[in-house]
């Protein structure tokens, strides 16, 4: 089924096991609750295309078109996404575990849990293990997201929301949080280096046992609202006076 032109196919529960789908145009396609393991879906078009809860576990989207799709609480797992146009995408509770997004644009994709009729807010994307390297994520919402052990070099999260997001063990090397909303945020574990909080909010974001010797433009006023402890080590330019056991105060070096 390469190179076919099904714009609102209805494919829903459809099963696509390793179908080839590559160069199609699926715009505005409905893939509910489809099965799509393996599938290669290589620079095929599914702009505004409906695929809640697919299983699509190691499928090919390299350098497709998934512009404004709803995979709310979809199965990527494994799945290729590299390249990939991934603007304004709903993401939201989507497993991600082990996706390659290397290089792809989420400008504004919604990667973050919500509420549910029991009253809790459920995680966010889980992007455990996966590759970011180079993924533009500008204004993306990933409130909650999973990313523990997931490769973010490069990765510019500038004025996105990574509130209660869990970096642990993350490689977030030349990372751009520019902006961004940190609250709550757990790096314990990361590699920082180089990585940028110019104008980031920081309110609680755990950064105990980290080394921070290394990130750029991070505020003494910032630091001390998040949460550090007599194992963290601060840039030259912040000095850590400690009140008590667990109690500081930062402040720039003169």
């Known amino acids: 089924m390469s190179c076919t032109d099904l714009k609102n196919a209805n494919l829903m529960s459809a099963n696509l096991v390793s179908a080839n789908l590559s160069d199609s145009d699926f715009s505005g396609g409905n893939f509910f609750s489809a099965k799509a393991m393996r599938v290669n879906f290589k ?17 090919n989207f390299e350098g497709a078109n998934l512009n404004s799709a709803d995979l709310m609480g979809a199965n990527l797992s494994h799945a290729i996404l590299t390249g990939s146009d ?25 990667l973050s849990g919500r509420y549910q009729r029991e009253g809790y807010f459920s995680r966010g994307a889980n992007l455990g293990k996966g590759k970011l390297a180079g993924a533009k994520m500008v204004r993306a919402d990933l409130v909650a997201a999973e990313l523990n052990e997931t490769d973010c070099r490069e990765v510019d999260f500038s004025g996105a929301n990574l509130s209660e997001a869990s970096f642990k063990q993350a490689c977030l090397i030349s990372t751009c949080f520019v902006n961004s909303k940190l609250g709550d945020a757990d790096f314990r574990g990361a590699d920082l280096t180089d990585s940028d909080f110019s104008g980031a909010e920081l309110i609680e974001a755990k950064f105990q046992g980290v080394d921070l010797r290394k990130v750029k433009n991070i505020s003494s006023e910032e630091l001390e609202l998040a949460k550090i402890d007599h194992k963290t080590q601060v840039p030259d330019y912040i000095e850590v006076k400690w009140t008590s056991e667990d109690t500081y105060e930062c402040r720039k070096k003169v």
């Open 86 to 110: 991934l603007i304004r995408t709903s993401l939201v509770e989507a497993s991600l575990l082990e996706a390659d997004l290397s290089g792809a644009d989420l400008t504004e994709a919604k």
């Open 43 to 59: 620079n095929t078009n599914l702009s505004g295309a409906n695929l809640q809860k697919a299983n699509l576990t190691r499928a």
